[in-house]
């Protein structure tokens, strides 16, 4: 148990999410994007599940976080191993889980000043 005082503030977090949409900094957002406790990447061009491929990793691997959190929308799904493959190799922790799920593991790991990136699907 850790006792002492977190400290978050000007750091990104989620602070709602619901049917098509999260919250950041109360900001809503519709549209899949990429949360680093700095950035808000709004544009990641992943509409869907469907589209996601090699490349989306790679991306999220130039960020250089210590763990991606993957929100795969309102359904847990797993991708296939051979697209997150270069975050394996670079020994990049991936965790794969629900939106909501994603959103609340993320506070609480940059509440604990970990390095992490959140890439949410919202459809």
Same mark, same amino acid.
């Given at each position: 148990?850790?006792?002492?005082?977190?400290?978050?503030?000007?750091?990104?977090?989620?602070?709602?999410?619901?049917?098509?949409?999260?919250?950041?900094?109360?900001?809503?957002?519709?549209?899949?994007?990429?949360?680093?406790?700095?950035?808000?990447?709004?544009?990641?061009? *992943?509409?869907?599940? $469907?589209?996601?491929? %090699?490349?989306?990793?790679?991306?999220? #691997?130039?960020?250089?976080?210590?763990? =991606?959190?993957?929100?795969?929308?309102?359904?847990?799904?797993?991708?296939?191993?051979?697209?997150?493959?270069?975050?394996?190799?670079?020994?990049?922790? *991936?965790?794969?889980? $629900?939106?909501?799920? %994603?959103?609340?593991?993320?506070?609480? #790991?940059?509440?604990?000043?970990?390095? =992490?990136?959140?890439?949410?699907?919202?459809?």
């Amino acid at each position: 148990m850790k006792f002492q005082l977190q400290n978050t503030t000007g750091l990104n977090l989620f602070t709602g999410h619901g049917a098509g949409y999260v919250a950041v900094n109360n900001v809503r957002h519709e549209r899949s994007l990429v949360v680093t406790p700095e950035r808000v990447i709004e544009n990641w061009p *992943l509409a869907c599940w $469907d589209d996601l491929n %090699a490349s989306h990793f790679e991306f999220l #691997l130039a960020l250089k976080p210590e763990i =991606v959190l993957l929100g795969t929308g309102r359904t847990l799904r797993f991708p296939p191993p051979a697209l997150s493959r270069c975050l394996a190799q670079a020994r990049i922790g *991936l965790e794969v889980m $629900d939106t909501p799920a %994603a959103c609340r593991t993320y506070n609480i #790991l940059v509440a604990e000043a970990r390095n =992490v990136v959140a890439a949410v699907l919202l459809n």
